[in-house]
């Protein structure tokens, strides 16, 4: 079944909490189609229409991400794996990227933490998959690759958790990789996995170094969610058109390399019948470990394995 979310506030919320209401339940194997908003809370379907700002059902006193949901998979109970799989996205015509002018921890060390604070606008074209803006007096133009950097179930503590940093339950990855044709693979902490989605981005690069990539609305994003009972995960994977990818997340990038790491050797440990110490070897001749994004209170950092690179 297909199912149609409208784009208004009774969708919306800015944060994670496992007793928040689904705004929809599907069975397993569903597909849904939406319209997602900008970073800013708005919407805009072209240039000749004015951009509608939209709030959050749930009244928190600082807004984050905009994200849809939540939506509740029936059957689904904590212990079982939601797949996400991202069948199609079409970004909009407008999106904006920022930089300098806030304390964190690359603006110091770039050394533009006093400077003014720089907004891009970026023109996007989603039928040539383009996107352009002017630096300097320079026109610049990007080929563009839409994904989802937020998707989410519901984490297993009760209370309101903020949208920033990403954890065991997904959330704000921000994973270049997880392009349409990719999986996420989620671990289930609640009845009804309850899964939210949204931050559109049409191009980052691996780090998202200034603390935003081209950030949009999307007029679709097309996703399944599909119910695994047997399979069991304590971290996010994903199976994407790059290759299989593991992820840690933590404020030491060590530590989230680490644990991206570890999550890897493991999946290799079962995906080739092998020992920790045999995949390990294999891994250092096989596996790519990427920096996600270093800009959302914890890094992240992915392992990926490519389809081929093992024959």
């Known amino acids: 079944m297909i199912h149609s979310i409208p784009l208004n506030s009774n969708q919306l919320h800015s944060s994670f909490n496992r007793d ?89 060390k770039l050394g533009i933490t006093d400077s003014e604070r720089l907004q891009v606008e970026w023109k996007l074209d989603a039928n040539k998959m383009t996107g352009s803006c002017e630096l300097g007096g320079q026109q610049f133009n990007v080929g563009l690759s839409p994904f989802l950097g937020l998707m989410a179930v519901a984490p297993a503590e009760a209370g309101s958790f903020p949208t920033k940093p990403p954890g065991y339950f997904g959330g704000n990855i921000d994973c270049k990789e997880l392009v349409p ?16 989605l949204g931050d559109g981005h049409a191009l980052q690069g691996d780090g998202e170094s200034s603390g935003t990539a081209i950030e949009c609305p999307m007029d679709l994003a097309d996703i399944t969610l599909i119910l695994h009972e047997d399979m069991k995960l304590s971290m996010p994977r994903a199976n994407t058109p790059a290759g299989w990818i593991t992820f840690g997340f933590d404020r030491d990038l060590n530590e989230a390399a680490a644990v991206a790491l570890s999550e890897m050797v493991s999946f290799m440990e079962q995906l080739y019948g092998i020992s920790r110490t045999e995949a390990t070897a ?15 209170d914890v890094k992240g950092v992915h392992a990926i394995l490519p389809h081929a690179v093992i024959r």
């Open 181 to 196: 044709g990719s999986s996420l693979f989620l671990p289930i902490s609640v009845d009804g996995a309850l899964f939210s």
């Open 282 to 296: 294999l891994s250092s001749v096989a596996v790519d470990l990427h920096v996600t994004q270093v800009v959302n």
């Open 20 to 108: 928040y209401s689904p705004i929809l339940t599907v069975a397993s194997g569903d597909t849904i189609q939406l319209k997602t908003l900008d970073i800013q809370w708005g919407y805009s379907a072209s240039e000749a229409e004015e951009r509608e700002i939209f709030t959050s059902r749930e009244n928190e006193e600082k807004l984050a991400h905009p994200i849809i949901g939540p939506i509740a998979v029936q059957g689904a109970k904590p212990g079982m794996v939601l797949e996400v799989r991202t069948n199609k996205l079409i970004p909009g015509w407008y999106g904006r990227n920022w930089a300098g002018g806030l304390p964190a921890w690359q603006n110091g």
